[in-house]
């Protein structure tokens, strides 16, 4: 049984961090590239980062610079590191395969604040 579980959301001042983990399981997590998605209301769910399985990285291009993903194929983890946040970051996050999709989590609820 698949399962994903972000978590690390919150509410946050614009310019502010926050520090994403989602945790998988039911997977075979270390050889599996994967992406963080974001859905803000009314829109689509768009990849903002993604990472291979040999830690090569690719970004959105509205959050590069200030996004970082990483994982933790000892801990079935995948991270995102946010900086330099933004209103319009404001969305749920969840987290799955880049190029093969499996059952959604619940995401976690990013709030930027102007």
């Known amino acids: 049984q698949v399962q994903l579980v972000e978590s690390g959301g919150g509410l946050v001042q614009a310019g502010g961090s926050l520090r994403l983990s989602c945790v998988a399981s039911g997977i075979n997590f270390s050889i599996l590239p994967m992406g963080w998605y974001r859905q803000a209301p009314g829109n689509q769910r768009e990849l903002v980062a993604g990472i291979t399985n040999n830690d090569i990285t690719n970004y959105e291009d509205s959050v590069k610079g200030r996004f970082t993903i990483s994982r933790d194929n000892a801990k079935n983890t995948v991270y995102l590191q946010m900086k330099s946040l933004k209103p319009e970051d404001t969305a749920v996050y969840y987290c799955?395969?880049?190029?093969?999709?499996?059952?959604w989590g619940q995401g976690t609820q990013v709030t930027v604040s102007s």
């Open positions: 799955n395969g880049k190029n093969r999709w499996f059952s």
